[in-house]
């Protein structure tokens, strides 16, 4: 019995040591509460809907949940409590809400909560619990996203062969009877993931990401089943032919010859009921170019924009704007939508995408900017909207590529080097570099955009030399990228502390001349000022800073004013730097950074002036009382013959550069002993042995490494021991003392020799 316990609690043990602990991290976007479950791995996992909440279930995973931080960003608005078990995770809502899941990448499951999917509709999953992108006849297999879909859509449909409970695995057809349809259903999806491979079976977009296990959970009423389209599903137009009784699969088939050939799709006249999709033909730019040039295409839709009266027609208008947008012409584009006059959802989408095509950006707000999760085109204008990609975006990778490739060359020529920037930010570097393939194959050659990307897609892979060559490509085009690439390669100089060419720097003069006024203007005369103090053109640096004052704010005249003092006092000549240090016309001492008080005191110190460095380090200033300013201000009252005073700053201090300033100190104070010891105890023999010297500690400069010294010991001590202990008559006493007399001569004339020469060498 007692060996069965044993075995029991090692079991147990075992268990326990095994078992991988997933941290579940939470955020608030607005409209839901999302949870984010950073996995070890995809693993098989059901939902199970509870009255107020869910329960999450992973059956074949050994998973403790860390739940300590989730309500550290998020409000109980939505999700009241959590709880965690081994292997589930127990969800309490405040609300009547539902949960949409997907797969973001390989480990990360994300469940999404929020009223706009109540839990009458929550999934509910049958016992096979096959996740997405797994293929039940194969394992853990992952196939095309349309295939999971087309699973999804079966788990869905199948219930609808009997009123049975969809948690039983065999689907009830009769009370006798019942049909598995499992490997029916396996050799289903393997022949369509076969396809989905190929490209010709693809997933019609949808108003979110894709939940990984969302399936109606109720069957509809029969007054309703026919004329209800699933809550989660895009509306489809009435007048759509291809709409059918399999239209809630949500799959598109296509073949080779189609998929050359552009897809008129329906147009919705209603937004979709999510707060942040939209129909995809609003976003479809590809199809709004005609196979006429620019010229015949704009030609033909003016000559039919006025009707009567000189009224536009506002269909035409549509038309023309977005004909305008398909060549790249956002001013355009927002002067037809001025002409027609709506302010429809339609047309803000419209507008926010000339802005894109104007500025690189959509203003401050855009709807674009929240449509990420919107799969394909969507997904490229909510990161074209976007200045910049926060890193915590989730969105379909394949889906952006997808949408990017079908662009027009010139948009793909344009949009493609900053959205790879973008992306290279978002440390997103594998989407980044596809599409700096897709735009090189067919963009301008010499594009310095380009170049520019190349260079921090180099600079991500710590390619220093890649990077300097691309931007050094960048730098010599007349283009608007040059500027930013010239910021970039003068920027990368200063931090290494290496020197900027004048040439570069008159350049970037010549850009904040160019662009002042703007942002790129106030960043260029930064980098411009900055260039020229790391050139060695100080007089000519601090003469622009005057002049140049008034366009920088007040952070960014200090930022100057330092960065030049800095590099004055690693780099000027003597009479530069004294003539700056010592006045304050470029910078106070005040206002001087604790590091480079440090290194101005440094300096003047070298140069005689300790009164003038103890300004730059005094214990008054703000930030100097760290080791460095103490270290300073010790070696200073040193130099001012104040021993005393130098060991009250080094109080508190330790380490090999205190204890040789103490040294000093009682060395000036005639403590040679215990300058002595300092000295030996930081590994400074020569100065240990010097304090001997001063201590007459015989001992000791016998144990010297300089036989001179050595020598000059051993002589003392005879001289010392023949006085004490000889009984030689007086003459012959006074004989051996002069002999060791003129011993001792000769090594201090070596030893001083010596000495001398170790002196000319320093100097």
Known sequence: MTMRVLLFVLLCLAGAASAQTVVVR????GT?????LDMPSRAVWRMDPRPDGALIIFPQAELDFDITQVFDRIGRNRLRAIKAARGQIHLDFACECGVQAFWHTDRMLVLDIAEAFPSSLMAQRRSSDVSQGEDPSSGMKPFSSATAQLARSLDASLPHLGDTDVTEDPVAVSDDETLDLSDMRATLLRELGRAASQGLLTPTRKPLPDPVHMAASD????????????????????EDPRMDDNAHLNLRAQSSI??????????????????TCMPMAWLDLPSWGGTGSFHQEIGDLNRQLLGEFDRPDKEIALDLARTYLYFGFGAEARHILDLRAERSDKDALLREMAQIMDRGHAPAGARLATTAGCGEPAVLWALLAMPTVPRETVFDHKALLRSFAALPVPLRDTFGPELARRLIEARHRGTAQNILRMTERTGTPGNSDLALARADLAGVDDDHDTARTELDAAVTSNSVAAAEALVQLIDGLLAKGAPVPLDNAELAGAYAYENRGTDLGRRMTTTYLAALGASGAFAKAVSEFDRLRSDL????????????????????DDVTFLRHALSDRLIAPAVVPAALGVDIATRLLGSGLAEQARTFVAADLPGRSGRMSKLTRAEIALVQDRPRQAEVELLGLDGAEANILRAKARSLSGDHTAARILYTASDQTEKAMEAAWFAEDLDQMARANDPLLRQTAETLQNMEQQAQTSSDPPLERHRDLLESAGTLRMAMKRLLDGKDTAIDGEE
């Open 26 to 29: 939470s955020g608030d976007h």
């Open 32 to 36: 839901f509460t999302r949870l984010a």
């Open 219 to 238: 069957t509809p009423a029969p007054e309703t089943r026919d004329t209800e389209a699933p809550r989660n599903e895009a509306p489809v137009a009435p």
């Open 258 to 275: 189609d998929r050359a050939i552009t897809s008129i799709r329906a147009e919705s006249t209603l937004i979709d009921t999510q707060d």
């Open 553 to 572: 704010d007040a952070t960014g005249t200090e930022g100057i004013a330092t960065a030049l003092m800095q590099q004055m006092t690693r780099n000027a």
